[in-house]
């Protein structure tokens, strides 16, 4: 079965570090750039991170930038979404999104293919 599953999230105090996942089955994400985006109640969804699946070279939005970590492991097939520092506006539904490209650069703005069905991030005091 072709999916992307997410893992990872939970209840975190502001402040704390949380580290998603994003593991493919059914495929190779070798040439897939992948994105991690997030939505919370009554919000729309944003765009966080994403990764170049040829270059590696990572993008980030700036309510995350210096605070998140994007980061693929091909070996295992798996993307990573290390977050730092986090706090309570980061509370959301994290999904992590794949696509296939072959240029240096991701983008958060085109039509991601295929979805995972996400996990839930809380941080609360």
């Known amino acids: 079965q072709v999916q992307l599953v997410e893992s990872g999230g939970g209840l975190v105090q502001p402040g704390g570090s949380l580290r998603l996942s994003c593991a493919a089955s059914g495929f190779t994400l070798d040439y897939y750039d992948i994105g991690w985006f997030r939505q919370a109640p009554g919000r729309e969804r944003e765009g966080v991170s994403c990764i170049s699946s040829s270059s590696g070279i990572p993008y980030y939005s700036d309510s995350v930038k210096g605070r998140f970590t994007i980061s693929r492991d091909n070996a295992k097939n798996t993307v990573y979404l290390q977050m730092d520092s986090l706090k309570p506006e980061d509370t959301a539904v994290y999904y992590c999104?794949?696509?296939?490209?072959?240029?240096?650069?991701?983008?958060?703005?085109?039509?991601?293919?295929?979805w995972g069905q996400g996990t839930q991030v809380t941080v609360s005091s």
């Open positions: 999104a794949a696509e296939v490209r072959f240029g240096s650069f991701c983008s958060l703005r085109i039509a991601y293919d295929m």
